[in-house]
T-cell receptor, first 115, second 114 residues
Framework: DAGVTQSPTHLIKTRGQHVTLRCSPISGHKSVSWYQQVLGQGPQFIFQYYEKEERGRGNFPDRFSARQFPNYSSELNVNALLLGDSALYLC??????????????FGSGTRLTVV | QKEVEQNSGPLSVPEGAIASLNCTYSDRVSQSFFWYRQYSGKSPELIMSIYSNGDKEDGRFTAQLNKASQYVSLLIRDSQPSDSATYLCAVNPTIKAAGNKLTFGGGTRVLVKP
């Protein structure tokens, strides 16, 4: 079975540009979460989506947005990129309402570099 | 005070010894706790989950939870060089709500020396 898949794996963007990151959850998982991991730190929660609705938002500016599609895949969008947005962006999926019990499965991540 | 705190390490452990990692958390309503292993350049991989006070064992790994003292620990027995990684402690405030999120500590880097 395929795990959580993310694309692209690496991305280089210029300050001020826009980026879209994509995630497909494990088959049967309806919840998708996004995390940002800056080098040397633990992942930080950005968003959670469940059944196409936003169920949680972390302490990130409005430049960050996301959505979930009917097939439960998800996109994370970041506008007006800053150098500080350079990080590993992780997508995690879980069964509906079960993430707190069984944990979350992470994808391999998208490494974003802003220059 | 950070919500989830871990010693950043590195924790240097001889091969075959026990590695002991600690994590403290500030939110008393936290219900579930996870340990993730992250190799350099890779994504986190779930290795243990624990919800009740006491010990939980899985192979060479033992997680220990003490909610009264607000700490959770991870023991790695018979440490192997392949255990060299960063170990992330993650806390979830609730089990049932769909709006779960994980709050991570900064991670402890473990080095197992042959």
């Amino acid at each position: 079975d395929a795990g959580v898949t993310q694309s692209p794996t690496h991305l280089i963007k210029t300050r001020g540009q826009h980026v879209t990151l994509r995630c497909s959850p494990i088959s049967g998982h309806k919840s998708v979460s996004w995390y940002q991991q800056v080098l040397g730190q633990g992942p930080q929660f950005i968003f959670q989506y469940y059944e196409k609705e936003e169920r949680g938002r972390g302490n990130f500016p409005d430049r960050f947005s996301a959505r979930q599609f009917p097939n439960y895949s998800s996109e994370l969008n970041v506008n007006a990129l800053l150098l500080g947005d350079s990080a590993l962006y992780l997508c995690a999926s879980s069964l509906a309402g079960q993430g707190g019990i069984y944990g979350y499965t992470f994808g391999s991540g998208t490494r974003l570099t802003v220059v | 005070q950070k919500e989830v705190e871990q010693n950043s390490g590195p924790l240097s452990v001889p091969e075959g010894a026990i590695a002991s990692l600690n994590c403290t958390y500030s939110d008393r309503v936290s219900q579930s706790f996870f340990w993730y292993r992250q190799y350099s350049g890779k994504s986190p991989e779930l290795i243990m989950s624990i919800y009740s006070n006491g010990d939980k064992e899985d192979g060479r790994f033992t997680a220990q939870l003490n909610k009264a003292s607000q700490y959770v620990s991870l023991l790695i027995r018979d440490s192997q060089p392949s255990d060299s990684a960063t170990y992330l402690c993650a806390v979830n405030p609730t089990i049932k709500a769909a709006g779960n999120k994980l709050t991570f500590g900064g991670g402890t880097r473990v080095l197992v020396k042959p």
